[in-house]
């Protein structure tokens, strides 16, 4: 696995570099690179976290695991693509929300005899309250300062704010982390292997997300798709999806509680955390970002917070719960691909 990663990121450096190959193609390529180097990622942080506790683990695989999508951001942001930035951090939120936890529940209710997947709903509650304070931000600087010139201070105050409420949060779900899972089973690499993949993966993402952006424009305009769907779904997909599949693989063995912890960290991770950062980080780039989204994400966000809070807030789920979190994503990606 980890040889066709080095291949495809090579081949995505030579669509970058050589000229006369076709901009669709150098996107392909470098999409397929993004996805695997966020596998790459995902997998490294995996082997390092299993010599601590669950917590640290998930802590670990959502926060390095977004490494991908940061880089995608900041270079696109720098490259002036404020809708691919925007929707690549909504993308990433909605589709581990929807679209992963979905297929995780559906795994886990699937091997349950009963039909319903179980989990302690502490942490659910938890993110899932994360995710809408994020969203009550947005939804209010969406409807009180739309494009405003207020909305760059209220975002720079909104993102400080969450930072010091995600960093609160933290500290209680560290405190509660028992040490190694023994069921998880020990790590295959040793620790400087991990280390070495974990920097590897990393840095890569930082070449292929620049490949990836400088590409994307060039191909939004031959196949005709925008840049909302560009950002929604195929760097959410390419981002997301491949690294969460092990949330998926988890609720299949029955590993409920990881299985849930993985996705919903993520989710946190991105919406109280890489969020609030990136707005931040962008007063270095060339174009700001803010928490201004146009209606449709604002009310897509809030929408996505309660479904997802009633559906995982009792600790418990079953597969039309899951089929439903994939519906409203695949409605979304519908939206956003008829997006200007």
Do not use: C
Request: aromatic share 8%; proline share 3%.
């Amino acid at each position: 696995m980890i040889g066709a990663i080095v291949v495809l990121t090579a081949l995505a450096g030579v669509g970058r570099y050589v000229s006369g190959v076709s901009s669709i193609v150098a996107f392909v390529l470098a999409t397929l690179a993004l996805a695997g180097l966020a596998w790459l990622v995902s997998f490294a942080t995996d082997q390092t976290g299993r010599r601590f506790g669950p917590g640290v683990t998930g802590l670990m695989q959502s926060s390095f695991g977004n490494l991908p999508e940061f880089f995608v951001v900041v270079f696109a942001l720098q490259a002036g693509q404020l809708v691919v930035a925007e929707t690549a951090i909504i993308g990433s939120i909605l589709v581990n929300a929807l679209m992963v936890l979905g297929l995780v529940i559906i795994a886990g209710a699937a091997r349950s005899r009963d039909g319903i997947m179980r989990f302690s709903p502490r942490l659910p509650l938890d993110t899932a309250t994360l995710l809408l304070t994020s969203t009550f931000v947005i939804v209010l600087i969406a409807l009180a300062h739309p494009g405003g010139h207020h909305a760059k201070t209220i975002s720079i105050v909104g993102a400080i704010a969450l930072l010091i409420v995600y960093g609160a949060w933290l500290r209680q779900y560290l405190s509660g982390d028992s040490g190694p899972d023994s069921e998880v089973g020990p790590p295959r690499v040793p620790t400087a292997a991990s280390v070495v993949l974990l920097v590897a993966g990393g840095t890569g993402s930082a070449f292929v997300s620049d490949w990836f952006v400088h590409a994307l424009q060039p191909t939004i305009h031959t196949l005709h798709i925008s840049r909302a769907f560009a950002g929604l779904v195929i760097v959410a997909i390419a981002g997301n999806a491949v690294e969460n599949a092990t949330g998926v693989v988890l609720a299949a063995r029955g590993r409920s509680e990881l299985a849930i912890s993985v996705v919903k960290n993520s989710v946190a991770q991105i919406a109280a955390f890489l969020y609030p950062a990136l707005v931040l980080v962008s007063l270095l780039t060339a174009t700001t970002l803010t928490f201004s989204l146009g209606a449709v994400y604002a009310g897509a966000l809030f929408g996505t917070a309660v479904i997802v809070w009633q559906i995982t807030g009792d600790g418990e789920a079953t597969v039309f719960e899951g089929a439903v979190l994939i519906a409203a994503y695949v409605v979304l990606a519908m939206v956003a691909a008829f997006e200007s």
